[in-house]
């Protein structure tokens, strides 16, 4: 495989592997927030000590994914020069926001979270959990951002030429509300809010069928659940809307996304199917007229096809983008229908009597997760040929002195040490999951701690 090949394989197994953690931080700092609001509401221990225990998985989660994302910013300039020489300037200005108002913020109020129990007062303590989950959340705003740049740019202008060109901003304000950041923002935001609500169902799910932690588990499998049904539903909206975005600024990748070759006719919208890049057609099952209905509200218009752009300004995967996009709506919908049924055996008084629901609950964990890489990989791959669009080809985007050999094995050391990584989160997990929250909530942990001191100092 050629540079290019191999660069790009790389970023895209470094930032996946990373973005399995953010939407997780991102979604239980929420949640962690709901519980200890419930617990200064309340008084009831349970709620503190439920809070406790996601607090510790929180940390694990933020441990791993500074660890992961750091790799990032090195590839950025090792594999990526000219790219980077070209989006420096605006790129530095929503990274340095990042590290000045998201992990400045997430960082500092972390300690407190973790270590202010029986420390601080609960007021001050919640006031440092939501200030975590704000950071998490200012971090992903950032980063969005900048990638939402790199789609729909805005604000600047380029100085110099050939390989000395670069975007310089002419509007911070413009590149920050470019024609697409704030939708795919909230469509990022919710697809992690779903991710960590199905990590905390899964988990109370299986204590539920196990019978451990029964009280606490109820209450937190409610919580979990409220959030992922309004979620769910709310990210089929921000979807459609974040589609309609696509068609009106990048309508090759709209194309792309539903295998739309004909410019001349409406387009159809596919359930499930298969693009035949050579025959230029798509096969399978189908709405007639589907998304030229849902772009217009109409079956007659038709929607510019991949035929009506020049065939080195196609996305080049078309296969793949149609599938990674219909399997990222599948998901979505499958989740809507669960927690839907869900929300309504709760409302029958039933939630927790259909065994099989909750062994449901336990398996589909991963399902946000997937959803959220298989949007990403649409939208990135989509992208192309473009790593800026209009402006900046990925293949004029390397760097000049890095070879394949150095890329491939550099690959081979991320992936190496990535899988160690992931075999020490899931084992860290596990252990945590299997030991569960503390039996008496009632435990003041600051006695036990003078006691343990006591006993040594004895």
Do not use: C
């Not at 989660?61 to 980077?84: K, L, P, Q, R």
């Not at 007229?289 to 009506?308: A, C, M, N, V, Y």
């Not at 600051?446 to 004895?458: M, P």
């Amino acid at each position: 495989m050629d540079v290019e090949i191999l660069a790009r394989i790389q970023f895209a197994f470094t930032i996946a592997f990373h973005y399995i953690y953010p939407p997780l931080s991102i979604g239980l700092g929420l949640i962690m927030v709901i519980m200890e609001g419930m617990y200064l509401r309340t008084g009831n221990k349970v709620y503190e000590v439920m809070t406790r225990f996601w607090t510790k998985i929180f940390a694990l989660t933020f441990g791993i994914g500074v660890a992961t994302g750091i790799v990032m910013e090195f590839e950025f300039g090792t594999n990526w020069a000219t790219y980077s020489r070209f989006v420096g300037d605006v790129f530095g200005s929503a990274l340095a926001a990042e590290g000045i108002f998201a992990f400045a913020l997430e960082s500092g109020f972390l300690g407190v979270l973790l270590f202010g129990w029986n420390r601080v007062s609960p007021t001050v303590h919640f006031i440092s959990t939501i200030g975590v989950w704000f950071g998490s959340m200012f971090s992903a705003v950032w980063i969005v951002i900048a990638n939402s740049w790199q789609q729909t740019p805005a604000g600047f202008h380029i100085v110099g030429e050939g390989l000395e060109a670069r975007a310089e901003i002419t509007d911070f304000w413009a590149m920050v509300f470019n024609p697409s950041s704030m939708d795919r923002l909230l469509h990022v935001w919710v697809g992690a809010f779903l991710a960590g609500a199905f990590l905390i169902l899964s988990v109370h799910a299986y204590y539920l069928l196990k019978n451990r932690h029964v009280e606490l588990s109820r209450k937190a499998f409610k919580i979990a659940l409220l959030v992922a049904t309004i979620f769910s539903l709310t990210q089929l909206f921000l979807g459609h809307r974040s589609a309609d975005g696509v068609a009106h600024n990048q309508p090759a990748k709209l194309a792309a996304f539903e295998g739309h070759f004909d410019s001349l006719s409406v387009a159809h919208l596919y359930i499930l199917g298969w693009v035949n890049k050579e025959a230029q057609q798509t096969v399978g099952l189908k709405v007639p007229g589907g998304l030229t209905f849902l772009l217009h509200q109409d079956f007659e218009t038709p929607i510019p096809g991949l035929k009506s752009f020049p065939e080195n300004e196609r996305p080049t995967a078309l296969n793949a983008i149609f599938q990674f996009y219909h399997l990222m709506v599948a998901i979505g919908m499958f989740l809507i229908a669960l927690t839907m049924y869900a929300s309504y055996l709760w409302w029958r008084g039933r939630l927790f009597d259909k065994k099989w629901v909750l062994k449901l609950f336990v398996l589909v964990v991963l399902l946000p997760q997937l959803a959220n890489q298989f949007g990403w990989y649409a939208a990135e791959m989509g992208r192309q040929p473009w790593v800026v669009y209009g402006l900046l080809r990925t293949e004029n985007a390397l760097s000049k002195a890095v070879t394949a050999n150095q890329v491939l094995f550099s690959l081979i050391m991320f992936t190496f040490i990535y899988v160690v990584l992931f075999a020490l989160f899931i084992y860290l997990l596990n252990k945590k999951i299997k030991h569960g929250p503390s039996e008496d909530p009632l435990i003041d942990q600051r006695h036990k701690q003078q006691e343990i001191a006591d006993n040594f100092i004895q």
